[in-house]
């Protein structure tokens, strides 16, 4: 695997369910971060990582469980969501002293029900 | 704080046609400015990024774009468009604590 890979690409889940969304990267990189994408809004920063310490939490609601064991693995934990929550989730990661650009995974469409 | 703008959510040009994409920044230190492209139902790609060395710059598939301080402009270009180049652009600006900072994207349509 090169890159930063995510899974699964597809979910759907009821309100009441539970699940998590993995993404791993393949680039030694030493931040990570989680992305909200939805449909006429602007791409919306979630969480932060660096060097596995949790450095951004942009007033996310609690439903939304970020976890990040290593510096090459970043999971969402999700619980009890809302039909707003639908979105593409993309993960990213970086090198901070190099520039700052961010690679993206392919993310993951998540639906709602 | 940093900010970007960019002017037009959606721009059509007819293949073979200049490609332009416009990106204003806001910026309080030098910026770090970058493209990104997203094909439907995929990631964001980078396409190229400014950091303070040439002021113009080349990146993939053709693109460039050219750092123009006293514009505070960071415009896409491209000289003869593709089918393929038919994609959502995003300019972004790094700000001092390593995020990114994104417009709220081009959408961009190619006509044969």
């Known amino acids: 695997e090169t890159g930063v890979t995510q899974t699964p690409r597809h979910l759907v889940m009821g309100m009441t369910n539970k699940k998590s969304l993995k993404c791993e990267q393949h680039?030694?990189?030493?931040?990570m971060y989680w992305y909200k994408q939805s449909a006429k809004k602007p791409l919306e920063l979630m969480f932060v990582?660096?060097?596995?310490?949790?450095?951004e939490n942009n007033s996310v609601p609690s439903r939304f469980s970020p976890e990040c064991p290593n510096s090459s693995h970043l999971f969402l934990h999700l619980h009890t969501l809302q039909p707003e929550d639908s979105a593409l989730y993309l993960c990213a990661s970086s090198q901070a002293d190099t520039g700052y650009e961010q690679y993206f995974g392919p993310g993951t469409r998540l639906t709602v029900t | 704080a940093q900010s970007v703008t960019q002017l037009g959510s959606h721009v059509s040009v007819s293949e073979g046609a200049l490609v332009l994409l416009r990106c204003n920044y806001s910026?309080?230190?030098?910026?770090?400015l970058f493209w990104y492209v997203q094909y439907p139902n995929q990631g964001l790609q980078l396409l190229l990024k400014?950091?303070?060395?040439?002021?113009l710059v080349k990146g993939i598939n053709g693109f460039e774009a050219e750092f123009k301080k006293s514009e505070t402009s960071f415009h896409l270009t491209k000289p003869s468009a593709h089918m393929s180049d038919a994609a959502e652009y995003f300019c972004?600006?790094?700000?001092?604590?390593?995020?990114?900072?994104f417009g709220t994207g081009t959408r961009l349509q190619v006509f044969p």
């Open positions: 910026s309080s230190v030098p910026p770090y």
């Open positions: 990582y660096n060097f596995k310490e949790q450095t």
């Open positions: 680039l030694g990189h030493n931040a």
């Open positions: 972004a600006v790094s700000d001092v604590t390593d995020k990114l900072i």
């Open positions: 400014y950091t303070s060395a040439a002021t």
